[in-house]
């Protein structure tokens, strides 16, 4: 049985080639795996390295390491990939753009093994919710207290919203490259306006209205016909 503790360092990566070797970290979470008796590819794929930069490792991991590396001279200097690394830290953005933004003298997919390599950086859906704060929280409770028992004052009440639909794309699919050390970032996929199509709909203590397909920028005019449009005036709603 994996230990909990373990669980979530897990990365869907696959390498070729000769690999950049372990982290202190990474030596760590393999030890610990190991002593759990998964098998090297097990253990590879939790910790996001290939097997055989494992093999060596566990073959014997006094001397991983030591060797002096007869290959070609790194084209990236570890200043520059700390720049890299707080760039992306401070931006979130793509392999591809920090090799254009940074003008780096390595490939997209080197950028990508720098990233994959950091201990602080990892590759996680954006949060889709709304950024509400304590202070949001607690006018809602307050409001919603104070009027929890106005009885036949609701029916005289109807409520209305409207969806804004992405057209270029699935809403809840945004991912960006996060640093670890800080919070989660937040986007909303509730819009107001803006240019764009949205479905407007309303329900009221005596039903639902009829869903109203929008187009363009919404101003008071056009709100008014729509509630016209809906036959939200000559229904009995209110």
Same mark, same amino acid.
Request: charged share 25%.
């Given at each position: 049985?994996?230990?909990?503790?373990?669980? !979530?360092?897990?990365?869907?990566?696959? $390498? +070729? !080639?000769? +690999?950049?070797?372990? &982290?202190?970290? =990474?030596? !760590?979470?393999?030890?610990?795996?190991?002593?759990?008796?998964?098998?090297?590819?097990?253990?590879?794929?939790?910790? !996001?390295?290939?097997?055989? @930069? $494992?093999?060596?490792?566990?073959?014997?991991?006094?001397?991983?390491?030591?060797?002096?590396?007869?290959?070609?001279?790194?084209?990236? *200097?570890?200043?520059?990939?700390?720049?890299?690394?707080?760039?992306?830290?401070?931006?979130? @953005? *793509?392999? =591809?753009?920090?090799?254009?933004?940074?003008?780096?003298?390595?490939?997209?997919? =080197? @950028?990508?093994?720098?990233? =994959?390599?950091?201990?602080?950086?990892?590759?996680?859906?954006? $949060?889709?919710?709304?950024?509400?704060?304590?202070?949001?929280?607690?006018?809602?409770?307050?409001?919603?207290?104070?009027?929890?028992?106005?009885?036949? %004052?609701?029916?005289?009440?109807?409520?209305?919203?409207?969806?804004?639909?992405?057209?270029?794309?699935?809403?809840? %699919?945004?991912?960006? $490259?996060?640093?670890?050390?800080?919070?989660?970032?937040?986007?909303?996929?509730?819009?107001? +306006?803006?240019?764009?199509?949205? @479905?407007?709909?309303?329900?009221?203590?005596? +039903?639902?209205?009829?869903?109203?397909?929008?187009?363009?920028?919404?101003?008071?005019?056009? %709100?008014?016909? &729509?509630?016209?449009? &809906?036959?939200?005036? *000559?229904?009995?709603? &209110?």
């Amino acid at each position: 049985m994996v230990p909990l503790a373990l669980e !979530g360092l897990h990365k869907d990566i696959s $390498l +070729g !080639g000769k +690999g950049k070797q372990l &982290t202190d970290k =990474r030596k !760590g979470q393999t030890l610990a795996y190991k002593e759990t008796k998964l098998s090297t590819n097990a253990i590879a794929t939790r910790v !996001g390295r290939s097997w055989r @930069v $494992l093999d060596s490792f566990l073959s014997n991991p006094k001397v991983y390491g030591t060797k002096k590396s007869s290959g070609r001279p790194r084209k990236l *200097t570890p200043t520059a990939e700390r720049r890299l690394l707080r760039e992306v830290s401070k931006t979130g @953005v *793509t392999a =591809r753009s920090l090799k254009e933004s940074l003008q780096l003298p390595i490939s997209v997919r =080197r @950028v990508q093994e720098v990233l =994959r390599d950091s201990e602080n950086m990892v590759n996680q859906k954006l $949060l889709a919710c709304l950024p509400l704060k304590a202070a949001h929280i607690a006018d809602r409770l307050k409001w919603a207290v104070q009027h929890v028992e106005h009885g036949p %004052y609701w029916s005289s009440v109807v409520f209305s919203d409207e969806k804004y639909f992405n057209l270029d794309g699935p809403d809840g %699919y945004q991912y960006y $490259l996060r640093d670890l050390r800080k919070e989660r970032e937040i986007y909303s996929n509730r819009k107001s +306006g803006g240019g764009s199509a949205f @479905v407007w709909g309303a329900f009221s203590s005596k +039903g639902t209205s009829e869903l109203a397909f929008l187009e363009g920028k919404q101003n008071a005019e056009k %709100y008014i016909n &729509t509630l016209g449009v &809906t036959g939200l005036h *000559t229904s009995g709603y &209110t």
